[in-house]
C-alpha cells in the first residue's frame, strides 16, 4: 500500500500548469514540521519540503485557488519519476495527491474544504 498524509502550510501559492497535451494540473509546495527537545533540552526543529501534484481536474481547479500560509491536510501517494536537464539525470519524488482539505491553525475542517477520491 502506497499512502501518505501530510498536514503543514503551504509555503507559496498554487502553481495551475498545463501539459503539452492541454491537460491542467496543479502543484502545491508544503511545508511540514517536526519539533523536539534536544539531550540539553533546547527546542529543535526540522522542516520538510513536500512538492504536491493534483491531477484529478476539480481537485486541481480547488488546489488552485490555495494560497501561501495555508493549513492544509494533504493525501495521496509517492511517486518518483526521472527527468534530464543540462545532460544530467535527475530524480524526484512528489505527492501524486489525492485528497486535499483546507484546517483552521486548530485542525478542525475549514467551512470551505473539498475532498477528492
Request: aromatic share 8%.
Amino acid at each position: 500500500m502506497n499512502r501518505i498524509t501530510l498536514i503543514g502550510y503551504l509555503g507559496k501559492d498554487a502553481e495551475q500548469r498545463t501539459t503539452r497535451n492541454n491537460v491542467t494540473f496543479t502543484v502545491l509546495s508544503l511545508a511540514t514540521s517536526k519539533f523536539w527537545n534536544d539531550r540539553n533540552g533546547d527546542r529543535q526543529s526540522r522542516t520538510e519540503w513536500h512538492r504536491c501534484v493534483v491531477w484529478l481536474p476539480k481537485l486541481a481547479a480547488f488546489a488552485a485557488g490555495l494560497t501561501k500560509g495555508q493549513f492544509v491536510h494533504v493525501e495521496g501517494e509517492l511517486v518518483s519519476r526521472e527527468y534530464a536537464k543540462d545532460g544530467v539525470t535527475r530524480r524526484v519524488v512528489e505527492v501524486r495527491t489525492q485528497s486535499i482539505l483546507r484546517l483552521n491553525k486548530a485542525g478542525e475542517n475549514h467551512a470551505g474544504a473539498a475532498q477528492s477520491a
